[in-house]
């Protein structure tokens, strides 16, 4: 059974949310742009999946292309968004953390700009993650963990399966433009980066979970050897 499902809230893997699926529930990770919850409540009908079977939504990092629509899906699935605490402020203003929006190059200035902008609505976060955590996913029936990767903003997080899957969002990016697209192996930076070094630290750390298929908020999924040159060139 396949564990993880790719929803694409734009077309092509340019931004995508995910699904974990699990024995008991499944998981939700990310909620996409502003008003993106009928098209993903759509997806998981199009993919058999009944949104009473969803029991967690993860939000993976404060920047309102992942967590634009959670207060809107918190309420009609009526289910817990999870966050790190380093980013919940995102999820309390419905706004970007514009600090760590710094471009990996000049012309996404244009696009920071609308990010900026763009408002969701504020919800408040009901399971709050600390540090450096670990947090196991037994409780859906999900052979996993929830892991601390700060460098893309200081609150990253990514989920680490047992079965070789990982969703690593925008740790990294792979494709064109935005991402997605084509040339899915093609990788690159997403258009935004906190901090390259601790962004190399959580990949290496990443990839000793010893995960071999990667899944991205913007293109992907890629190889364990797509996200080793990436790292090797890249960072």
């Known amino acids: 059974m396949k564990s993880v499902i790719q929803l694409s809230i734009l077309p092509m893997g340019m931004i995508n949310s995910f699904v974990i699926k699990g024995t008991k529930k499944h998981i939700l990770v990310d909620s996409g742009i502003p008003r993106s919850e009928e098209e993903i409540l759509f997806q998981l009908k199009s993919h058999g ?3 009473k079977d969803i029991g967690l939504i993860i939000i993976t990092h404060g920047h309102i292309d992942h967590f634009g629509s959670a207060a809107e899906l918190k309420l009609k699935l009526g289910v817990p968004l999870l966050i790190h605490a380093l980013d919940a402020v995102a999820l309390r203003t ?14 996404w ?3 920071k700009r609308k990010l900026i902008r763009d408002v969701a609505t ?18 859906w029936g999900i052979d996993g963990k929830i892991i601390h990767t700060p460098g ?17 969002v ?5 494709g064109i433009l935005l991402g997605g697209i084509m040339f899915y192996s093609r990788m690159k930076h997403p258009p935004f980066h906190d901090d390259l070094t601790a962004l ?13 298929k990667f899944y991205l908020g913007h293109g992907g999924p890629v190889s364990r050897k797509d996200l080793m040159h990436y790292l090797a060139r890249f960072l």
Request: charged share 30%; proline share 5%.
């Open 152 to 168: 893309h903003t200081p609150g990253s997080l990514s989920v680490i399966l047992s079965d070789g899957n990982a969703i690593i």
């Open 200 to 212: 190399k630290k959580s990949i290496e750390k990443v990839l000793k979970e010893k995960a071999d």
């Open 49 to 51: 999946i009944d949104k």
């Open 109 to 111: 200035n244009i696009l």
């Open 122 to 139: 504020p919800c408040e976060p009901d399971i709050i993650l600390n540090g450096d955590c670990n947090y196991d996913l037994n409780e």
């Open 170 to 174: 925008d740790l990294a990016s792979s």
């Open 94 to 107: 419905g706004k970007s953390m514009v600090e760590t929006l710094k471009p990996n190059k000049k012309f």
